[in-house]
């Protein structure tokens, strides 16, 4: 209530049921009830699963703990609880919540109207299963399978603002730019600049920056490779504010062509004084400078990878919640025809450019062929000609050093066409036996193409799960994390903020004792700890709490101490 979500959760949830009761004839939603008094025990349930250490609803059916009964007087089992789940998916719940949800913790964490820098990274978990399914490449499996690709969303400081689940073949590229401006729509506010690993760091996908004007950061990948040499220098070496041993600039491919099509922004870094740049940032930098980007950069780690860590561990990232699915093409495979038939269609045009060559070759020849034999035949008949013209003068006496000059000429004027014709007959051959055996390299090289790509099996369906109870599941688990937080930072004892989920689940929130209920107030009475240290800090922490009068949803007093050594 704290953190502003409970309203937002309840306005969400029952309106998201009341448009599918209106829009849908049939059986009700029974589980999925409008009354708050039945709605929140099920959502408690689901929510607080990690600090019960079960993993799904099926864990209830032989839980037999008393961590929810201290809340509720009873335990919801496994059947209730995956009703509820299921109706709650029913009505496509989780998307909507996901945003609504990410509009309240942006104005609890950062409130205001100040425009956002926000922490992105694709988080992959892994689906087991023998059926055929889409699957993808997990890097921490160092394998090709099944899974589910989560896109989480920190804000500055690392407080989580969302997280939403696409299927394990999306790419950011084609979901990031749309996501940023429907958020700022929810959100009410401006992003300013969006901060990525190095699979940010493609050429799409800054295209899609440039012509959405929107700002982002990231790390051109296999930047190592470049020296020096291969940029040019837009401006003087800077210092990195948190780094005073590296320095960066601004930069630009040395290359005209690579710089002519290139839309991102470049910064290189380096030791100050050094030859090569150490790292290479890429983006739409906006009114970032040069010395900036590094140190911007440099906090996605705490801000964003060891956060989705702290969640793996204390939330349960990594499970998978419901396998209902449906018969989809195996777009996989599909793209794999696509780029196979793209290849086969080069390798056409490719042949029917050397067939058509030889058919032109083909055709000079037979020109020239015949140009040359109407040039000898010409010829023929005019030496012919001369001789008899010679014959008659030698019987008339007449001078005859013309005529023998002229058939001599005409002669070297044959002996000069054969040479010519030969010689360019000679060339056209070779041509033509080129192309001949390009075409014939070609016909084997297509029809390899084409046996690869009709190998390519695009009939068969493939199972595509359906994605809305992880969504579901994903919005309580980031909420169990900003609870955390805000736990942290408004009760805990000093020592005690930095605790991750994990740890303090493990210190705190699992922490044995007693709940007793009075009509006006509700007291929690733990159990001592063995160490000096974290039994002043839960003096501490407990003091701070009940300073702040936090009420039961009934309206009761909540009151939290901890025994002293030796009570229990």
């Keep these: ?26 059986p009700g939603l029974h589980h999925l009830s409008a009354d708050l008094a039945a709605l929140w025990p099920k959502i408690d349930h689901l929510l ?10 099926r864990c209830f059916y032989y839980y037999q703990g008393d961590g929810l009964a201290a809340l509720y007087g ?37 409130p205001g109207n100040e425009a956002l820098t926000i922490f992105v990274d694709w988080h992959t978990k892994p689906h087991w299963t023998k059926s055929y399914s889409h699957s993808g490449h997990l890097a921490m499996w160092g394998r090709t399978m099944p899974g589910t690709k989560q896109l989480i969303l920190n804000g500055q400081d690392g407080r989580y603002l969302g997280g939403w689940n696409y299927p394990i073949d999306a790419h950011m590229t084609h979901t990031l730019v749309e996501l940023e401006s429907a958020l700022e729509g929810s959100l009410g506010r401006p992003i300013v600049c969006t901060v990525l690993d190095s699979e940010g760091g493609g050429l799409p996908l800054a295209e899609r920056y440039a012509q959405a004007d929107r700002h982002y950061v990231s790390v051109l990948p ?51 004084g050094g030859t090569a740049p150490t790292r290479i940032y890429i983006g739409q930098f906006g009114d970032l400078s040069a010395g900036e980007i590094p140190e911007l ?52 045009r490719q042949l029917a450019d050397h067939q058509a060559a030889v058919g032109h070759l083909r055709q000079r020849v037979a020109h020239w062929q015949a140009a040359y034999t109407a040039d000898c035949r010409e010829l023929r008949r005019q030496v012919i000609q001369q001789r008899r013209q010679l014959q008659l003068r030698q019987r008339l006496g007449q001078p005859t050093r013309r005529r023998l000059q002229r058939i001599d000429s005409l002669k070297r004027q044959q002996l000069t066409l054969s040479q010519r014709f030969q010689k360019r007959q000679r060339r056209l051959f070779e041509q033509l036996h080129d192309h001949q055996s390009h075409a014939r390299k070609l016909h084997q090289r297509l029809a390899q193409r084409r046996a690869i790509r009709d190998a390519i099996d695009t009939e ?86 009940n300073a702040a009068d936090v009420r039961w949803r009934d309206g009761r007093l909540l009151r939290i101490s901890v025994a002293v050594p030796g009570e229990f």
Excluded at 52 to 57: A, D, F, M, Q, S
Aim: proline share 4%; hydrophobic share 40%.
């Design 1 to 26: 209530m704290a953190l502003g979500v409970t309203a937002r959760i309840e306005q969400t949830v029952l309106g998201a049921r009341q448009a599918y009761l209106t829009s849908h004839a049939g």
């Design 48 to 57: 607080y699963q990690p600090i019960l250490g079960l993993e799904r609803p």
């Design 74 to 110: 009873f335990t919801y089992k496994y059947l209730t609880l995956e009703h509820f789940l299921g109706q709650l998916s029913r009505v496509q719940v989780g998307t909507p919540l996901a945003e609504d949800l990410a509009a309240v913790y942006a104005q609890a964490w950062y």
């Design 222 to 272: 296999g930047g190592h490779s470049y020296g020096l040499t291969d940029f040019v220098l837009s401006g003087s070496w800077e210092p990195v504010p948190d780094d005073p041993q590296r320095e960066a600039v601004l930069a630009q491919w040395a290359d005209p062509k690579r710089a002519q099509a290139e839309v991102r922004q470049l910064v290189l870094l380096r030791p100050v």
């Design 297 to 348: 950069h440099r906090r996605r780690w705490a801000c964003n990878e060891l956060r989705i860590r702290d969640l793996i561990h204390g939330a349960n990232l990594n499970v998978n919640y419901g396998y209902a699915y449906t018969e989809v093409a195996q777009r996989t495979r599909q793209r794999e025809w696509e780029a196979a038939q793209e290849r086969v269609a080069v390798t056409e």
């Design 460 to 545: 068969t369906l493939c199972r595509e799960r359906d994605l809305q109870k992880d969504q579901i599941m994903l919005n309580w688990q980031l909420l169990l994390a900003n609870l955390h937080d805000w736990v942290a930072q408004a009760y805990f004892d000093p020592t005690w903020r930095k605790l991750s989920l994990e740890k303090a689940t493990q210190m705190v929130y699992r922490k044995a004792g007693r709940v007793t209920w009075h009509p006006d107030r509700i007291e929690v009475r733990l159990e001592p700890y063995r160490y000096r240290d974290q039994q002043r800090a839960m003096e501490v922490t407990c003091a701070r709490f």
